[in-house]
Each structure stands twice: as structure tokens, then as C-alpha cells.
């Protein structure tokens, strides 16, 4: 055993019985064993198989007397606030001024601090009120894990889809394990269980349809730059003239889902109607703007692509995303690699990129249908 490990203690938060305490997670040896056994009132907990004391700044402090010069004090999940500065503000104006009354500014100051997406902010303080006027009359910091058992099963029987559990998950935890630094709150939740659903796909004359009948410029641009590129709509407004690289012919999607950076292709034909849209429109700062220079709007978005599938008299609700879906299955029926796909996409894992294995015509076609090969006569 390193000798790093043998002396390092790591402090947490923990909450027992509606009381705050510091969890402390060591390796046990005849040092440690005596230095935490000193501290006044110490007790273990099997379940989060940690030593605890109460929670207070003097005990805090005699930790640190007590470890110093002898073993290393962790608190990097204990210390979890900083300070904010106006370089963190990732969310609009327009989303901060509408936050709901009841969400407590800590609550919010943390989801700014860790830059959320804007739309997962609107997301997380919506269901987080919800959870707060459920229980009104109880302080939100005193609720057990028992009333939020109780609150998710009302759910569970208001006919709530599992996504919206699986949100009302997320924005609970997030108060409890980020805000309140308490990671023990969660342990016994479980979340419902995903449904492993295949997504929708349109044909390459589908896609066709929609550009060749889409004729506002912006609108043209907007549809074929999704589909050929299989961007997300957060990733296209965020898009800006910069991101275009005509030279290599790629496109640098910056910030998106997971927080990273990536580069997709670009196709002549739609850069082609770029340069045609950048003369008429000469927009600013993002590739795509709305009235008064101000950002496109992701409900834009959505209503274009809806409109264009309209006139392409295609029958299923056609959104964004299924773009992007195509885009995927149709590289992949091409001879695309699977890891390329998944490199263009921004999947973190292949195993996410393998679903389009089941929609790609041509993983399908050296199948003998069973029934052709039995007589029916």
C-alpha cells in the first residue's frame, strides 16, 4: 500500500437523521485508527462506511490540528463553493429573470457556476419548484429521503413519463449533492428504468423533400446544415461564422453536450448556400440570428423543420434531432465506419453510435427471411 493512501483522510458530507455531520474515509492502520478515534464523539456508520463526527467549525478545525504533519486532509468534496464572477454566466438574462421566486439563489448560483446548458437550467429550477410547493409547509433541508420517496411515487401515479422522473431526479439531486454538498442523499433512489427505444430515421429522398421545398435561404440552411453536419439544435445556434472552415471544409462545434469540443464535416453543396445566405443576411455574431441581431431561438428551430416536413407532405412529425439521426444511419448504409460516425456525432461511446446498426438498411438485407424458405401450399 502506498504510503499516500495509508495517510490521507478525505472529508464528506453526510446527513443522519436531519443532522449534519463530517464524514471522514481513511485506511484503517494503527495511526489513522488512533488519530480518529482522539476526536471527540466519533462514530461509524456501516452503510456509507465512513467515521462521522458532527459538523461544525470547530470540529473541522480539530481535524486539521489533528492530521497535520501526519497525514493529508482531502476536502475537495467537502469544499465544494466558490466564487462566482461574471466570466461563469453561461445562461441568457432572459432565463435568470424568469426563475421561478421559490428557487433559492444558492440553487441557482450553483447551476451558473458549473455553466449548465441554458435549457437544462429552465429544466432543473421548473421540476425543483414543483418538489418545493409538493412539501410548502416543510423546510426543503429537512426532508428525508423518505418524503422523497413519497413525492416521486405521487408522480409515479400522476401518470408522469419515466423522462420527466428521470428530470425530476436530476433537479432534486442536484439541490442536495451539489448545492448542499450532502452526496449520501441518493444512495437508495432508484431511477426508472430507460426504455430502449430505436429513433426515427427519414429516407435520403425525405431529406431531400425538405430542402428542395424549404425556400427561404436561412430556412434552407438552417435544415441542411443539421442534417449534413448531424448537429444537435443547441449546437446550430451556437454556431458561429468562425466555425465554418471552408479551407478544410470541416465545422468546429464548440461547448456542446458533455462539455466538449469537436469537428464534423462540412458539405460543399451547403456551403455552397452559405455564402449565398452570408450576402443576404450578413449576420454578426452567431451564424444564425434572429430580429435585431439577437440569437435564434431553438422554438425556431423546431418550427421550421416541422413546417419544411409539411411541405414535403411527410406523414410522421419530423424534429431537429431526427435529422441528426439520419444523417448517422445514412453514413453508416454508405460504408461509413462506426467509429468515425461516433467521432462526428460526439458520442462519448460507441455503444451509443451502435444503435444505428438497427436502423441502417444495409445491416439488414444478407437476412434470409425464415418464411421465404417454407412452402405455403
Known amino acids: 500500500m502506498e504510503a499516500s493512501k495509508l495517510y490521507k483522510i478525505t472529508l464528506k458530507h453526510l446527513m443522519l437523521k436531519g443532522e449534519k455531520k463530517i464524514g471522514m474515509q481513511f485506511y484503517p492502520n494503527k495511526v489513522m485508527n488512533a488519530l480518529v478515534r482522539s476526536l471527540p464523539y466519533v462514530k461509524f456508520n456501516k452503510q456509507f462506511n465512513m467515521a462521522y463526527i458532527t459538523n461544525t467549525k470547530e470540529n473541522l478545525d480539530l481535524i486539521f490540528n489533528v492530521f497535520r504533519g501526519v497525514a493529508w486532509v482531502d ?49 432543473y429550477c421548473s421540476m425543483f419548484k414543483q418538489y418545493i410547493r409538493y412539501y410548502i409547509d416543510k423546510p426543503i433541508d429537512e426532508l428525508t429521503e423518505l418524503e422523497i420517496r413519497a413525492y416521486l411515487k405521487h408522480l409515479v401515479l400522476a401518470g408522469k413519463s419515466d423522462s420527466y422522473l428521470g428530470q425530476m431526479v436530476n433537479a432534486i439531486k442536484f439541490y442536495y449533492e451539489i448545492v448542499l454538498g450532502m ?60 466555425d465554418i472552415d471552408s479551407k478544410r471544409m470541416t465545422i468546429r462545434v464548440v461547448d456542446s453536450k458533455g462539455r466538449k469540443d469537436r469537428i464534423t464535416t462540412l458539405s460543399n453543396t451547403i456551403l455552397q448556400l452559405l455564402r449565398l445566405y452570408y450576402k443576404d443576411y450578413n449576420p454578426n455574431d452567431f451564424l444564425f440570428e434572429g430580429q435585431k441581431g439577437f440569437q435564434y431561438t431553438g422554438a425556431s428551430i423546431l418550427k421550421v423543420v416541422d413546417q419544411a416536413a409539411k ?39 460507441l455503444k451509443t453510435t451502435e444503435v444505428y446498426t438497427h436502423l441502417a438498411i444495409n445491416y439488414q438485407v444478407d437476412i434470409n427471411n425464415p418464411l421465404d424458405s417454407l412452402s405455403l401450399d
Open 75 to 123: 476536502g475537495k468534496y467537502f469544499f465544494l463553493n466558490k466564487t462566482l464572477n461574471n466570466n461563469n454566466l453561461a445562461i441568457s438574462k432572459k432565463t435568470i429573470q424568469n426563475i421561478p421566486t421559490e428557487i433559492p439563489a444558492k440553487y441557482l448560483d450553483k447551476l451558473i457556476l458549473k455553466k449548465y446548458a441554458d435549457n437544462t437550467v429552465k429544466v
Open 183 to 242: 452526496p449520501n442523499r441518493f444512495y437508495e433512489i432508484e431511477r426508472p428504468q430507460k426504455r430502449e427505444r430505436l429513433p426515427k430515421v427519414l429516407s435520403k429522398a425525405d431529406v431531400v423533400a425538405m430542402i428542395k421545398g424549404t425556400q427561404n435561404l436561412k430556412h434552407k440552411c438552417i435544415i441542411g446544415l443539421i442534417y449534413s453536419a448531424g448537429l444537435r439544435r443547441s449546437e446550430l445556434l451556437a454556431l458561429t461564422i468562425g
Open 311 to 349: 411541405r414535403a407532405n411527410i406523414a410522421q412529425k419530423v424534429t431537429p434531432h431526427m435529422l441528426r439521426h439520419s444523417f448517422a444511419t445514412h453514413l453508416l448504409e454508405d460504408g461509413t465506419d462506426l467509429r468515425k460516425i461516433q467521432n462526428l456525432l460526439g458520442h462519448s461511446s
